[in-house]
């Protein structure tokens, strides 16, 4: 499976940004995905993740209410709607295919990794 980011750039705090993830060579249909990110200096984190069919979906604390993860199987493609953005949301961001079905929130249980799209989020 090869995952490609796309969707990020510079906005300014308050705005949006919608981030894809289009799968290629082979379906994920039936794979849990994830978001995750990493700032400059920090560890990777968790941001959100969906199980197979996108009815059971996970957030971090800090993106509850202003992220929503969705995927649409037909296209082999994740989505991440980002609004009310804020500086800290600054990161490179991953999307990721897990080895199971079920929305995962530990980064071992994903086989797969895009290559990441920057989100600069301006003060």
């Known amino acids: 499976v090869q995952l490609q980011a796309c969707g990020g750039g510079l906005v300014q705090a308050g705005g949006s940004l919608r981030l894809s993830c289009v799968a290629s060579?082979?379906?994920?249909?039936?794979?849990?995905m994830g978001w995750f990110r990493q700032a400059p200096g920090k560890e990777r984190e968790f941001v959100a993740a969906s199980d197979w069919r996108g009815n059971n979906k996970y957030y971090e604390n800090s993106v509850k209410g202003r992220f929503t993860i969705s995927r649409d199987n037909t296209k082999n493609t994740l989505y991440l709607q980002m609004n009310s953005l804020k500086p800290e949301d600054t990161a490179t961001y991953y999307c990721a295919a897990a080895r199971g079905s079920s929305a995962a929130t530990l980064q071992n249980a994903y086989s797969y990794w895009g290559q990441g799209t920057l989100v600069t989020v301006s003060s």
């Open positions: 060579r082979r379906t994920v249909s039936n794979n849990g």
